[in-house]
Antibody, heavy 119, light 113 residues
Framework: QVQLQESGPGLVKPSQTLSLTCTVS??????????WSWIRQPAGKGLEWIGR???????NYNPSLKSRVTMSVDTSKNQFSLNLSSVTAADTAVYYC???????????WGQGNLVTVSS | DIVMTQSPDSLAVSLGERATINCKSS????????????LAWYQQKPGQPPKVLIY???TRASGVPDRFSGSGSGTDFTLTISSLQAEDVAVYYC?????????FGQGTKLEIK
């Protein structure tokens, strides 16, 4: 059974960089031809897709965040990561990592990591 | 970006009754080469991540009860719960994965009447 777990600080200061890591267990991140996505959800609001990464490092980012987003993958640790720079209070949200199934929908999700942007 | 619009925003249905949620995309999510609609439905309960219910617009994900069904094609889609159970209280989202950026509907909150 594939499991995903986000990790990272729960509090980030404005203008700094938010960094999160997703650790995948129960399967190799580099097998199965899967993309791995980041999705966020402000409290009480809907879901926003941030972007995705393939095990080769190929990425697709949401244009609304593209100038501030960097994703990377570490296949040796079975992890992928999100960096979001120059954060503001508007970036406060629960950040989820998820696997894109072969159909394209997100079939496995982490439990989420609440990140608050505040001084 | 493809805009996904759900209706209604909230819905109250009696136990055992049918619940219907609609989703409309701003452009077709039907891929002509394979005739698949790149549309998924998710269920999210408080404090939990979303859970995929339906993909390819009408294929139930593994372990999803058969009271959940998806229909539609092109730009108009429907999620139907045939007989509402107490555990179905949640927010439901549609999502297109036809093109990046993937986009979600605003969500429909389903409650018991």
């Amino acid at each position: 059974q594939v499991q995903l777990q986000e990790s990272g600080p729960g509090l980030v200061k404005p203008s700094q960089t938010l960094s999160l890591t997703c650790t995948v267990s129960g399967g190799s991140i580099s097998s199965g031809s899967y993309y791995w996505s980041w999705i966020r959800q402000p409290a009480g609001k809907g879901l926003e897709w941030i972007g995705r990464i393939y095990s080769s490092g190929n990425t697709n980012y949401n244009p609304s965040l593209k100038s501030r987003v960097t994703m990377s993958v570490d296949t040796s640790k079975n992890q992928f990561s999100l960096n979001l720079s120059s954060v503001t209070a508007a970036d406060t949200a629960v950040y989820y990592c998820a696997r894109d199934s072969r159909s394209g929908s997100h079939d496995y999700w982490g439990q989420g990591n609440l990140v608050t942007v505040s001084s | 970006d493809i805009v996904m619009t759900q209706s209604p925003d909230s819905l109250a249905v009696s136990l055992g009754e049918r619940a219907t949620i609609n989703c409309k995309s701003s452009q077709s999510v039907l891929y002509s080469s394979n005739s698949y609609n790149y549309l998924a439905w998710y269920q999210q309960k408080p404090g939990q991540p979303p859970k995929v219910l339906i993909y390819w617009a009408s294929t139930r994900a593994s372990g999803v009860p058969d009271r959940f069904s998806g229909s539609g094609s092109g730009t108009d889609f429907t999620l139907t719960i045939s007989s509402l159970q107490a555990e179905d209280v949640a927010v439901y989202y549609c999502q297109q994965y036809y093109a990046t950026p993937y986009t979600f509907g605003q969500g429909t909150k389903l409650e018991i009447k």
